[in-house]
């Protein structure tokens, strides 16, 4: 991503000092917000080395930049089944741009919902000069009311030079993505409100990213809630993928369904 500022984009930000303690784990996402400069923020703070997509970002180990990073996957959490798998197309103007495997795991009444993107190299609009490639700023799955406690995590594979995926940056209850910068690191909840349906997770993901730090894989966004014993079922809209633009694209999102609790909706 540029270093330049956009301004008021409609969805809309991070950013503090890499951290080294010992942080891994699902981090639970305070129905109430998080305490950050200025007020409350719906976002807390995972790996934000990279400078959300301006920089490089250095992967989650086990002694640093570890904060909602887990390091198992398939299933994230011991001794959690998998009950639903499928992959799901991402298309703008009839192109497939890329994937999102969309997984469930299981124990009892509770459930992690996970899923991971892959992009192509596809130009999604032939009609403009030059090739354009999607980028991922915010991914959202919804579905939540109710149906808390909320954690989220992340889980980052390295596959070598140019293969590795993106980290993420912050994760939130809400449905309003906001860039940063101009945004803070931790948008206030005056600007991005708390929304108990929504997940928000924010990253930088881009099969030929403008500012050259390209990324075409994201990591495992994992999302674990309590659920039913009821099969899963795909709830229409119930995954977002959010252009914010920090290059100056146009804002752009992509709506596709998405695994979700029984009898979830999609409100905001």
Do not use: H
């Amino acid at each position: 991503m540029k270093k330049t500022c956009i301004n008021n984009i409609l969805f809309g930000g991070l950013l503090i000092a890499s951290s080294s303690v010992m942080a891994t784990g699902f981090v639970t996402l305070n129905p109430n917000g998080f305490a950050a400069p200025g007020g409350t923020s719906a976002y807390t703070l995972c790996n934000i080395t990279g400078n959300f997509g301006q920089g490089t970002s250095v992967p989650p180990s086990a002694g640093a930049n570890n904060t909602c990073a887990i390091f198992q996957n398939n299933p994230p959490i011991a001794g959690y089944g998998q009950v639903a798998n499928a992959v799901r197309n991402i298309v703008i103007n009839g192109a497939t741009i890329g994937t999102v495997t969309d997984r469930v795991w299981r124990s009892g009444t509770n459930c992690v919902y996970g899923a991971k993107i892959r992009l192509n190299n596809v130009d999604f609009d032939p009609s403009q000069a030059g090739a354009q490639f999607f980028e991922v700023n915010d991914f959202l799955r919804g579905g939540f009311r109710n149906r808390g406690p909320i954690s989220i995590a992340y889980n980052f594979v390295t596959r070598g030079a140019a293969q590795s995926d993106e980290v993420l940056y912050r994760a939130g209850l809400t449905f309003t993505s906001k860039v940063t910068p101009p945004n803070p690191n931790q948008p206030l909840t005056s600007s991005a409100p708390i929304s108990l349906n929504w997940v928000d997770y924010t990253t930088d993901v881009n099969y030929q990213d403008p500012d050259g730090s390209s990324m075409r894989d994201s990591p495992w966004f994992y999302t674990k809630s309590t659920c039913t014993t009821a099969a899963p079922a795909a709830l229409a809209g119930a995954l977002r993928l959010r252009e914010m633009g920090q290059e100056g694209q146009t804002p752009l999102e992509i709506s596709i369904p998405g695994y979700a609790p029984a009898g979830a909706n999609t409100a905001p």
